[in-house]
Nanobody
Framework: QVQLVESGGGLVQAGGSLRLSCTAS????????AGWFRQAPGKEREFVAS????????SYADSVKGRFIISRDNAKNTVYLQMNSLKPEDTAVYHC?????????????????WGQGTQVTVSS
């Protein structure tokens, strides 16, 4: 079992930055690929970014490419999402997820563990 806890969300003006953290407990986090997903009110959960177990490979949604950076520190059991140049359309609850396996996938149903989420609100 892996327990995931997100932090770092908040209210920020458009153009600003936030860094989200996802800390894992229960198992060695380096054994899991990880991803960030977000869900806005009335919308389906959507992929944001993912990272392989070692951190050597990352993937991004087109909507955040060039603005967001996913990284991880396995010694701290933590995955990060650095969000820059934020836009009002980035407003959502951001969830961290982990999956057993080599691939850092982009679809929610392929992930085994989920955090409760952290709210990000970007004002115009």
């Amino acid at each position: 079992q892996v327990q995931l806890v997100e932090s770092g969300g908040g209210l920020v003006q458009a153009g600003g930055s936030l860094r989200l953290s996802c800390t894992a407990s229960g198992r060695t986090f380096g054994s899991y690929a990880a991803g960030w997903f977000r869900q806005a009110p009335g919308k389906e959960r959507e992929f944001v970014a993912s990272i392989t177990r070692s951190g050597a490979s990352t993937s991004y949604a087109d909507s955040v490419k060039g603005r967001f950076i996913i990284s991880r520190d396995n010694a701290k059991n933590t995955v990060y999402l650095q969000m820059n140049s934020l836009k009002p359309e980035d407003t959502a609850v951001y969830h961290c997820a982990a999956r057993q396996g080599v691939l850092a996938t982009t679809t929610p149903h392929t992930y085994d563990y989920w955090g409760q989420g952290t709210q990000v609100t970007v004002s115009s």
